[in-house]
Each structure stands twice: as structure tokens, then as C-alpha cells.
């Protein structure tokens, strides 16, 4: 089973996980900064050939110790930090690809640079985000080299798990790692380093899976699936009738997808989550022979954590998508996933590339005896004919109660919260993704505008348009064939979309018949010299039409690729991540500027054989129950007390 030797090649997995992440942690140091600024410092050590210089010693030798075994090649977590931009083998061959896969460093369409003292990380919509400190990088450079020495000393040492040296490596790493750039110069700027570690060694980590499974990576034409585990979330949530149980759900479905985490990134690495919803989890997958067959086991293992999390109440389904180059198939899923889940208890299966390939057991169900009826919160258990629901149901609200009671500051009392009328309003926000998520609405933010295209590059066309002139002149036959090609390939330069279009007209023309000229043609489009000439003109269009993935390069493609931002796998990341965090900052906003005056309650106690001696018969008090009181002379005359425990 490929589970099994997956299971068998943890550790190295892992390990090239950690070694993945931690690649580019050179650049996490103030002097990446300033050899990329405007002023252009020289003399610094270089963030990845000159690790040594940047690093502690000692944690250095640490990451010689952990090595990567795999596929008859060897590599320390060393090697993937020094050698990935000169790899050597198929290790750090894998490693560079994943890396280049998502980072625009081999796109070269980076115009502006920033000055040293005003470097920006910008959100992934465009607008200034977090302004950098070089000593507050400095800082968080220092911290984490200090943190990152006792992780790897405890666990080279084994006084720690690998499962713990993980989780707080990646939680050190994503602290650091998220106020540093992978890339400095703008529009590249939107993506943190964090953002491009994780998702470069989540590439990796699916690559890695593979060669556990003894596939052999092709290192030019690397292909990734993505696994799908998904629900009616909203449905499930929305069976609540109180608040308590809505949250109570929410908290079911949290603890679902952290335990499908657990087994999917750690237990059995298959790859690492790159988004999540309410609605389900997806997770980059190995793509090799036996995809299909693994897919099935995940998804067999995932439901098993579905129904105990749920106890049975929540129906999932599973999709592996096809294999592709990039992660934007992500959005098919997606849409794939919002149809079936329309469908009502549907048995659960596993949909390969659409199609319905695998089925699983239903959840069992207790069927109502005598006295029972069915809950009328989740539907499906039974319940005594004079509860209000279940035993299940009742203990999530419980569950509620008793987390208040531990945290009492904040409320769960809905009178605590109301208006001078006692009404309230439910507000709901939501983001609508998928159109981010394709691609689609990346592909309106421009990675380089016309002018500056054409600013820089004016003078190199217009040689170019003097070389194909003379060359028409050399090689045409006839008058009207010579002014024919010369009013096609000659024409005046503007900034603006008609002129690039005109301009790749002409390198169609002539990149079969005269490819140094479209190479030239072609290279104008980048900032970065990036080895374009005759001989490499077909690799790199190539390369183009893999990230584009639309089935063959067009005009119209093309220009959108050299022109706009791609939907890199960490900018869809980032994307998601920003979405998330805006919800954090508007609930803190609305805790600490709207209810930042904290309410305030009464306390007090009451003789309790007096209060049964006039209860009616039959009737208890219970501890950790709401009541309603009334109490003459006040005004109101009823309140909601909280009776916490009799004494």
C-alpha cells in the first residue's frame, strides 16, 4: 500500500519539509534588504552561498546532521539552504523546481525597487501593507536563530518528537518569516517569505511523498493533484437553534479539519493544506502512478475523523483533481465541490478529475424505539419524548457553558449584549473567492504597466524593427511583398495594450523563421536578464506555457502573462491567509472599540431551602442552569440569573 511507504518514509519526508521551509531563511536577514534596494550595498554576504556567515556555527552544524534519504540520493537540510539555486542531484534538483514554481525570481518582470529604508510588504490587493525595520528584522533574525538552536538540539538529542520539533519550528518560522520578503522589488512584494517557504515546501513535501512511493520525478515537467475533503459546513452549522450550538458546531468543524491536518501533514505526509473553509480542506497531493489508489486510502482514513468528530452527523466527499503544473486548478475543486454539495446525504465517494470513482459506508444510524422521537437540532439521533434534544446535542451546548465558565470576561449571554429594547442583530461577512482563487481577478493587477514596458525598451525595438526592415529589404522578391511586410512589422510605438499586442504580432512572425530576433523580441518584456537568446527561446516558451496551463500559448495569453501578476501557489496562499486575517481584526475591532465598555454584573445568593420550600412540587433547582427571576419593586421586574452552584 502507498500509505505504508509513506508511513515507513516519514521522518526523511519531514525532514525535507523542514529543510524546505527553511531554505531561504538568508533572506529573512536585514542584508537580503539592503543588497536589493535601490542603493544597491555591496559586500554583504549573499543569503543562501554565504549561509555560514549569517548563521550561528553551531546551529549550522545542526542542519549538516539532519539528512534527506530518499529516491538513492542524499541531503542535509544544509545542502537545501546553500545549493538550491546550483542544485546538483535529484533532491535539490526537486527542491529548486518547487522553489522556481513559485517565486517570480525566473519570471524576471519585477520593475521597481525599493529604497532600503522604505521597503513595503504589500497585501496581495495591491496596497501598502507593513513597512520594514531593519533592526526590528535584525531582532526577529536573532530570536529565531536562538529558538531554532534549542528545537534542533532537543531533537537531534530525542528529547523531542518529530511531531513537536514540526509544529514549533513552523510556528517560529511563520512569526519571523511573515514580516520578511521572499522578494523585495515591486509588484513581487505582496508575497512574504513565510508565504513562499510554506508553499514551496508543500510543493516539495507532495514531491517527496512520491519518491517514497517509488515514483521518479521528471525534474523538467513536475505535476501536482490536490485533495479535496469536503462537507455541507454551513448546513451543519445553521442546525443550530441558540448561539451555543452554532458555536458548538463551528468548534466541531475547527477540531476536524486540525485532526485532518494532523494525519494528512504529519502522521502520513501526503502534503501540506494550502486552503480551507467551512465547506472543507484541500491539501497538495504526490502525483505518480497510484495516485488514485492512495487518494482512496487518505479518504477512507479522513471519513473515519469526520464521523468521530461529528459523532456520524456530518456527510463528507472527497475530490482528487487532475494533474496539473500549477495550484489554480484549486478553484475548479472548489466550484466542483459547491454543486455536489447541494446534494443531500449524499453517500460518500471520491470524485477523480469529476467522476465518481470510489464509494464509502454511510454512517450508521439509531433508529427511534418506544418513547423516542427524532432531535430536532441535528435530525438524525433519537431523543426521549420529553427532552428538548438529544444526548449529543445537549452536551455541545453544555460543552459551551462550561468554556464560559472558565473565561468569563468575555459573554455568552445574549441580554449582556443587546440594546435598551433587548434586540440584537446578526451581521455576516463573507468573501467570494473563487474568482481570486482561478486566477481570474489576479490576472487585473498589473506586474508591469505599458510604460514601463516601453520607457525602458523603446530604443532596443526600434533596432529591432530596423533589423527586420533591412532584412525584408534582403529577402523580398517584390515591391508590393516588401511594403506589404514592412507596413505589417514597422509601426509606431505607444504605451498602451494595441502596442504590445502589435509588438508579439511581430514575434509570431518571425519565431520560427529567425528565433535570435524573438528572443530579443521577447526579452524586452523582462527587467531581469534571464539567458534569452536562440538556443533557449523554445525552453522558455515552454516554461510560459506550463504556468499558463491553457492548453497552448496565444497572443492574448501570453501578453496577460507578461503583463499581469500570476497566480503564483504562494499568492493564492496569501490570498486566503489575508482573507482570514481580516475576520481576526474585525472581530478584535468590534470587541475592543464597540463593547470596550465591559458589562457589568450583579452577584449575589439566596437561601436555597427557602427558595424549594416555594418552588412547586416536582420542581429542582439545577447548578450551571439560567433562570428566569422576577423580583418585586424592580424595574424590570424579571431578570436572567445564572444560578452557578448551590452551596
Given at each position: 500500500?502507498?500509505?505504508?511507504?509513506?508511513?515507513?518514509?516519514?521522518?526523511?519526508?519531514?525532514?525535507?519539509?523542514?529543510?524546505?521551509?527553511?531554505?531561504?531563511?538568508?533572506?529573512?536577514?536585514?542584508?537580503?534588504?539592503?543588497?536589493?534596494?535601490?542603493?544597491?550595498?555591496?559586500?554583504?554576504?549573499?543569503?543562501?552561498?554565504?549561509?555560514?556567515?549569517?548563521?550561528?556555527?553551531?546551529?549550522?552544524?545542526?542542519?549538516?546532521?539532519?539528512?534527506?534519504?530518499?529516491?538513492?540520493?542524499?541531503?542535509?537540510?544544509?545542502?537545501?539552504?546553500?545549493?538550491?539555486?546550483?542544485?546538483?542531484?535529484?533532491?535539490?534538483?526537486?527542491?529548486?523546481?518547487?522553489?522556481?514554481?513559485?517565486?517570480?525570481?525566473?519570471?524576471?518582470?519585477?520593475?521597481?525597487?525599493?529604497?532600503?529604508?522604505?521597503?513595503?510588504?504589500?497585501?496581495?490587493?495591491?496596497?501598502?501593507?507593513?513597512?520594514?525595520?531593519?533592526?526590528?528584522?535584525?531582532?526577529?533574525?536573532?530570536?529565531?536563530?536562538?529558538?531554532?538552536?534549542?528545537?534542533?538540539?532537543?531533537?537531534?538529542?530525542?528529547?523531542?518528537?518529530?511531531?513537536?520539533?514540526?509544529?514549533?519550528?513552523?510556528?517560529?518560522?511563520?512569526?519571523?518569516?511573515?514580516?520578511?520578503?521572499?522578494?523585495?522589488?515591486?509588484?513581487?512584494?505582496?508575497?512574504?517569505?513565510?508565504?513562499?517557504?510554506?508553499?514551496?515546501?508543500?510543493?516539495?513535501?507532495?514531491?517527496?511523498?512520491?519518491?517514497?512511493?517509488?515514483?521518479?520525478?521528471?525534474?523538467?515537467?513536475?505535476?501536482?493533484?490536490?485533495?479535496?475533503?469536503?462537507?455541507?459546513?454551513?448546513?451543519?452549522?445553521?442546525?443550530?437553534?441558540?448561539?451555543?450550538?452554532?458555536?458548538?458546531?463551528?468548534?466541531?468543524?475547527?477540531?476536524?479539519?486540525?485532526?485532518?491536518?494532523?494525519?494528512?501533514?504529519?502522521?502520513?505526509?501526503?502534503?501540506?493544506?494550502?486552503?480551507?473553509?467551512?465547506?472543507?480542506?484541500?491539501?497538495?497531493?504526490?502525483?505518480?502512478?497510484?495516485?488514485?489508489?492512495?487518494?482512496?486510502?487518505?479518504?477512507?482514513?479522513?471519513?473515519?475523523?469526520?464521523?468521530?468528530?461529528?459523532?456520524?452527523?456530518?456527510?463528507?466527499?472527497?475530490?482528487?483533481?487532475?494533474?496539473?503544473?500549477?495550484?489554480?486548478?484549486?478553484?475548479?475543486?472548489?466550484?466542483?465541490?459547491?454543486?455536489?454539495?447541494?446534494?443531500?446525504?449524499?453517500?460518500?465517494?471520491?470524485?477523480?478529475?469529476?467522476?465518481?470513482?470510489?464509494?464509502?459506508?454511510?454512517?450508521?444510524?439509531?433508529?427511534?424505539?418506544?418513547?423516542?422521537?427524532?432531535?430536532?437540532?441535528?435530525r438524525i439521533r433519537p431523543k426521549g419524548e420529553k427532552k428538548e434534544r438529544c444526548y449529543v446535542c445537549e452536551e455541545r451546548r453544555r460543552g459551551r457553558l462550561l468554556q464560559w465558565l472558565s473565561n468569563m470576561e468575555d459573554t455568552i449571554w445574549v441580554d449582556e449584549v443587546a440594546d435598551k429594547n433587548n434586540r440584537i442583530a446578526l451581521i455576516s461577512?463573507?468573501?467570494?473567492?473563487?474568482?481570486?482563487?482561478?486566477?481570474?481577478?489576479?490576472?487585473?493587477?498589473?506586474?508591469?504597466?505599458?510604460?514601463?514596458?516601453?520607457?525602458?525598451?523603446?530604443?532596443?525595438?526600434?533596432?529591432?524593427?530596423?533589423?527586420?526592415?533591412?532584412?525584408?529589404?534582403?529577402?523580398?522578391?517584390?515591391?508590393?511583398?516588401?511594403?506589404?511586410?514592412?507596413?505589417q512589422l514597422i509601426f509606431t510605438l505607444r504605451p498602451d495594450k494595441e502596442t504590445a499586442y502589435k509588438v508579439l504580432d511581430v514575434f509570431w512572425e518571425v519565431k520560427d523563421k529567425n528565433k535570435a530576433t524573438a528572443a530579443k523580441i521577447l526579452d524586452t518584456f523582462f527587467e531581469e536578464i534571464i539567458g534569452l537568446n536562440e538556443n533557449t527561446l523554445?525552453?522558455?516558451?515552454?516554461?510560459?506555457?506550463?504556468?499558463?496551463?491553457?492548453?497552448?500559448?496565444?497572443?492574448?495569453?501570453?501578453?496577460?502573462?507578461?503583463?499581469?501578476?500570476?497566480?503564483?501557489?504562494?499568492?493564492?496562499?496569501?490570498?486566503?491567509?489575508?482573507?482570514?486575517?481580516?475576520?481576526?481584526?474585525?472581530?478584535?475591532?468590534?470587541?475592543?472599540?464597540?463593547?470596550?465598555?465591559?458589562?457589568?454584573?450583579?452577584?449575589?445568593?439566596?437561601?436555597?431551602?427557602?427558595?424549594?420550600?416555594?418552588?412547586?412540587?416536582?420542581?429542582?433547582?439545577?447548578?450551571?442552569?439560567?433562570?428566569?427571576?422576577?423580583?418585586?419593586?424592580?424595574?424590570?421586574?424579571?431578570?436572567?440569573?445564572?444560578?452557578?452552584?448551590?452551596e
Amino acid at each position: 500500500m502507498s500509505i505504508d511507504m509513506i508511513i515507513n518514509k516519514r521522518e526523511f519526508i519531514l525532514i525535507g519539509e523542514i529543510g524546505a521551509l527553511l531554505h531561504d531563511i538568508g533572506k529573512c536577514h536585514p542584508n537580503f534588504i539592503k543588497t536589493q534596494s535601490k542603493e544597491n550595498i555591496r559586500g554583504l554576504p549573499h543569503h543562501a552561498r554565504k549561509i555560514d556567515e549569517l548563521i550561528a556555527p553551531e546551529l549550522i552544524e545542526c542542519f549538516k546532521q539532519l539528512k534527506v534519504k530518499l529516491g538513492g540520493d542524499e541531503k542535509s537540510i544544509y545542502d537545501f539552504i546553500k545549493q538550491h539555486h546550483n542544485a546538483s542531484g535529484m533532491l535539490l534538483g526537486c527542491l529548486e523546481k518547487c522553489d522556481k514554481k513559485d517565486s517570480a525570481d525566473d519570471k524576471g518582470i519585477v520593475r521597481q525597487k525599493q529604497h532600503v529604508n522604505d521597503t513595503w510588504i504589500s497585501s496581495p490587493f495591491g496596497y501598502p501593507k507593513e513597512k520594514i525595520d531593519l533592526d526590528c528584522l535584525q531582532k526577529r533574525f536573532d530570536d529565531l536563530q536562538d529558538n531554532l538552536k534549542g528545537l534542533f538540539a532537543n531533537y537531534i538529542s530525542g528529547t523531542m518528537s518529530l511531531t513537536c520539533f514540526r509544529e514549533s519550528l513552523m510556528n517560529n518560522l511563520k512569526t519571523a518569516f511573515s514580516h520578511a520578503l521572499g522578494e523585495t522589488r515591486i509588484p513581487s512584494n505582496d508575497v512574504t517569505l513565510w508565504d513562499h517557504s510554506y508553499s514551496t515546501a508543500s510543493l516539495f513535501k507532495s514531491v517527496l511523498a512520491a519518491i517514497a512511493c517509488k515514483a521518479v520525478p521528471g525534474l523538467q515537467d513536475l505535476k501536482w493533484r490536490i485533495l479535496g475533503i469536503c462537507w455541507d459546513g454551513l448546513g451543519f452549522i445553521n442546525k443550530g437553534r441558540k448561539i451555543a450550538e452554532t458555536k458548538a458546531r463551528e468548534e466541531i468543524i475547527r477540531n476536524i479539519k486540525k485532526e485532518l491536518k494532523k494525519k494528512l501533514e504529519d502522521e502520513i505526509p501526503i502534503g501540506n493544506a494550502i486552503y480551507e473553509n467551512i465547506n472543507g480542506i484541500y491539501f497538495t497531493f504526490p502525483e505518480f502512478n497510484d495516485s488514485k489508489e492512495l487518494a482512496k486510502e487518505c479518504a477512507e482514513i479522513a471519513l473515519k475523523v469526520v464521523y468521530e468528530k461529528s459523532s456520524d452527523e456530518l456527510w463528507s466527499f472527497f475530490t482528487l483533481s487532475k494533474t496539473s503544473g500549477t495550484l489554480t486548478i484549486i478553484a475548479d475543486e472548489l466550484k466542483f465541490a459547491s454543486e455536489k454539495r447541494k446534494i443531500p446525504k449524499m453517500t460518500p465517494a471520491l470524485f477523480v478529475e469529476g467522476k465518481r470513482e470510489y464509494f464509502f459506508e454511510n454512517p450508521k444510524i439509531t433508529i427511534p424505539v418506544k418513547g423516542q422521537d427524532i432531535c430536532p437540532i441535528c435530525r438524525i439521533r433519537p431523543k426521549g419524548e420529553k427532552k428538548e434534544r438529544c444526548y449529543v446535542c445537549e452536551e455541545r451546548r453544555r460543552g459551551r457553558l462550561l468554556q464560559w465558565l472558565s473565561n468569563m470576561e468575555d459573554t455568552i449571554w445574549v441580554d449582556e449584549v443587546a440594546d435598551k429594547n433587548n434586540r440584537i442583530a446578526l451581521i455576516s461577512l463573507n468573501f467570494y473567492l473563487d474568482k481570486w482563487l482561478d486566477g481570474t481577478m489576479i490576472e487585473t493587477i498589473y506586474s508591469q504597466s505599458f510604460e514601463d514596458w516601453l520607457d525602458k525598451e523603446k530604443e532596443n525595438l526600434y533596432k529591432i524593427q530596423d533589423e527586420l526592415k533591412n532584412k525584408i529589404n534582403e529577402k523580398a522578391k517584390e515591391k508590393k511583398e516588401l511594403e506589404q511586410k514592412i507596413k505589417q512589422l514597422i509601426f509606431t510605438l505607444r504605451p498602451d495594450k494595441e502596442t504590445a499586442y502589435k509588438v508579439l504580432d511581430v514575434f509570431w512572425e518571425v519565431k520560427d523563421k529567425n528565433k535570435a530576433t524573438a528572443a530579443k523580441i521577447l526579452d524586452t518584456f523582462f527587467e531581469e536578464i534571464i539567458g534569452l537568446n536562440e538556443n533557449t527561446l523554445e525552453k522558455h516558451l515552454s516554461n510560459i506555457e506550463e504556468r499558463i496551463d491553457a492548453g497552448g500559448l496565444t497572443k492574448e495569453n501570453l501578453a496577460t502573462y507578461l503583463f499581469t501578476q500570476n497566480p503564483s501557489p504562494a499568492r493564492l496562499y496569501r490570498i486566503w491567509r489575508e482573507t482570514e486575517e481580516f475576520f481576526d481584526l474585525v472581530v478584535r475591532k468590534i470587541k475592543n472599540e464597540i463593547y470596550n465598555n465591559k458589562w457589568r454584573r450583579i452577584k449575589f445568593s439566596v437561601d436555597l431551602n427557602d427558595l424549594k420550600s416555594k418552588l412547586k412540587q416536582g420542581m429542582g433547582i439545577e447548578e450551571k442552569t439560567p433562570y428566569m427571576v422576577q423580583i418585586d419593586n424592580l424595574e424590570p421586574q424579571k431578570l436572567l440569573v445564572f444560578h452557578n452552584r448551590s452551596e
